[in-house]
């Protein structure tokens, strides 16, 4: 049986910031990487596609940090 994926679902997901992030609050995971155990996520702004870092998925469950879908920040 082949091993499960973690965060399956992680490109194409978008998650908004608690906190502005380099100017930003929405962005989009673009690309992913499997480094042994860890996965990390590339994010890009969703309104300036030159503001793009990669950062460990597990981060992403930090609701302080991280909601999942573009909140307004009457949302959050």
């Not at 502005?20 to 673009?30: A, K, L, N, Q, S």
Request: charged share 30%.
């Amino acid at each position: 049986m082949p091993k499960k994926q973690k965060f399956p679902h992680l490109i194409g997901s978008k998650w908004t910031a608690m906190q502005e992030t380099f100017g930003w609050r929405h962005f989009v995971v673009v690309n992913r990487k499997n480094e042994g155990e860890l996965v990390f996520a590339e994010i890009k702004a969703a309104c300036d596609d030159s503001v793009r870092f990669w950062l460990n998925a597990k981060a992403l469950k930090r609701r302080s940090l991280w909601l999942p879908g573009w909140k307004t920040l009457s949302e959050m």
